[in-house]
């Protein structure tokens, strides 16, 4: 009778094992799928933050070119005198051009980064949040509360639900 009851403990405490044992093997696979999304998701952080500098530096071509040299007529009307010609273009008319095609491409990558979970985002007018804002200068402005953003002179971007690069801002100052 004490035999049988020392192997009925001894089974008790097999299964308890097996138990921990497979409750150990399910949590280890969820945790190496969750690695293997993760890793997935964000191995592409580093070749896009690399990127981040190709469009910033499309953003300060287009803003280069102030909007009125954008809109101004590109040519005169031929003269009815004149021998026709094929049409020439203007210096206007390449600039129009050039900034069009700077803007394809600037939108084209923001668009590509986007397909990979990259998103930008402007903090203009929002809260500084010193886990996503840089902040760059502070201006006291009297009629902005204080601690807000007033400029955006870098846009941030995240990647799915992480801090890719931080905007870099000026903020209202306290003036109390």
């Known amino acids: 009778l004490?035999?049988?009851k020392?192997?009925?403990a001894e089974v008790v405490d097999l299964t308890n094992r097996l138990r921990y044992l497979q409750a150990d093997f399910v949590n280890l696979q969820r945790n190496a799928a969750r690695e293997k999304e993760q890793q997935r998701d964000y191995a592409i952080s580093r070749f896009a933050g690399d990127l981040l500098e190709v469009v910033d530096v499309l953003?300060?071509?287009l803003k280069s070119v102030?909007?009125?040299h954008l809109n101004s007529p590109s040519s005169l009307p031929p003269n009815p005198s004149d021998p026709p010609t094929p049409p020439q273009k203007s210096a206007q008319d390449y600039l129009v051009e050039l900034h069009h095609g700077v803007q394809m491409t600037h939108r084209l990558l923001l668009s590509v980064l986007g397909t990979y979970g990259v998103k930008s985002f402007d903090p203009t007018g929002e809260k500084f949040d010193p886990n996503r804002h840089e902040a760059l200068y502070q201006?006291?402005?009297p009629e902005k509360e204080?601690?807000?953003v007033i400029d955006c002179q870098k846009i941030g971007f995240m990647i799915k639900d992480r801090l890719l690069r931080a905007a870099k801002v000026g903020v209202v100052q306290d003036t109390s």
């Open 2 to 4: 004490e035999q049988l």
């Open 6 to 8: 020392a192997k009925e």
């Open 59 to 61: 953003s300060l071509a």
């Open 66 to 68: 102030p909007t009125p």
């Open 139 to 141: 201006a006291p402005i």
């Open 146 to 148: 204080p601690g807000t």
